[in-house]
């Protein structure tokens, strides 16, 4: 029997700018939306009536550092399609021109030139320090000054985080085909998912950074696949059969898939041999991985096997080298924005009426 069908990056490559179909309908981000603003402006908003309603634009910079941990060599825009609805839809009087598109890199030489050369030098800055080539224009907002300053936070929040999950994704996932190219030999032929570690609310917004930075998003709720864990295990007297028999009884019809979490190579055989899709080797190293799936896929050629638990930028090198018949890496740190830091700043650049 083949091997399981796990799609590949290469196999689905979908536009990025198609990927914003997959969102929640408009009336669902919008409400969403509005609940953050009632969060933040809940009554008076004694600084809206100090500035006024006079018309003028707002700049959005994106704020470049130099490369480190925290700091990655790419920063993928996100959030585009969500924010437009935040300017255009929550805010009434509120336009929005982005420079840039969802998934540019923003390191990257040619297009920071390029915004600068076009958009630099039309922007008016009312102090020279915003001018610095370290700060580059990435959209415009117009309209009356107390809506752009109270949209500016929840703006950058939402900006900042979601840039930081698709850039920590982007950046796994050019680890991964470097790793894996022949030049650097490695045997891993899989995908690296995320995980449902995610911030309560942001769920869909995250998993949707998740694809634009390149990777796959995994099940989004406990309703997509049944995942028996090591505590739905030890609950039921720590029968992994009588769990997965329990688990397909209850699915009946259902197409659902059935994923066990197993802590060693024992587990995994009895949740195969019960009827389990999906095993999940959790918390092993990547040599003790490679083993265990190279037995589980000669027993079971159409299992899947997933390997999570511990991994993150640095340690996934050695599962990338090594661990030749793994199908998927999965991650909660992606979802997190792996303490990427990605800054910007929202400033006042001119005066339109």
């Known amino acids: 029997m083949s091997q399981p069908q796990i799609p590949s990056s290469s196999d689905m490559l979908l536009h990025t700018q198609s990927l914003q179909f997959m969102l929640p309908p408009k009336p669902l981000i919008i409400e969403k939306l509005k609940d953050w603003i009632r969060e933040d402006i809940p009554a008076f908003d004694v600084s809206a009536a100090i500035v006024g309603d006079s018309h003028q634009r707002s700049t959005i910079f994106y ?15 996100c959030g585009i399609p969500i ?45 020279q320090s915003q001018c610095e080539k370290t700060k580059i224009p990435i959209a415009v907002v117009d309209g009356p000054v107390y809506q752009l300053l109270q949209v500016e936070r929840l703006c950058l929040n939402i900006l900042s985080h979601l840039c930081g999950v698709a850039s920590i994704c982007h950046r796994v996932n050019e680890l991964r085909i470097e790793e894996t190219s022949e030049k650097k030999g490695g045997k891993f032929r899989g995908e690296i998912a995320a995980t449902r570690k995610t911030t309560p609310g942001l769920r869909h917004f995250e998993k949707y950074a998740v694809l634009v930075g390149g990777c796959k998003p995994h099940r989004m709720d406990l309703s997509q696949m049944v995942m028996l864990k090591d505590n739905h295990i030890d609950a039921c007297g720590g029968s992994i059969a009588n769990c997965v028999k329990r688990a397909k009884m209850l699915c ?49 050629p159409n299992l899947v096997i997933e390997v999570s638990g511990g991994l993150n930028p640095e340690t996934i090198l050695d599962y990338l080298k090594h661990c030749e018949h793994v199908h998927v890496l999965s991650m909660g740190i992606l979802t997190e924005g792996g303490g990427v830091k990605v800054d910007f700043s929202m400033k006042i650049t001119e005066r339109l009426d």
């Not at 019960?274 to 027993?299: C, P, R, T, W």
């Open 63 to 77: 704020k470049m550092k130099k490369s480190s941990s925290n700091n990655p060599t790419s920063v993928i825009v």
């Open 252 to 300: 009946g019809l259902n197409t659902q898939k059935i994923e066990v979490e197993c802590r060693s190579l024992e587990d995994a055989r009895q949740a195969a041999l019960a009827g389990a899709d999906v095993v999940m080797l959790d918390n092993f190293n990547a040599i003790q991985a490679q083993e265990a799936a190279s037995v589980l896929v000669k027993e079971f």
């Open 83 to 127: 924010l437009t609805l935040l300017f255009e839809e929550c805010f009434s009087g509120l336009t929005v021109k982005w420079l840039v598109r969802e998934g540019d890199n923003l390191n990257d030489d040619q297009l920071v030139t390029h915004l600068i050369s076009e958009y630099g030098k039309t922007l008016k800055y009312p102090s």
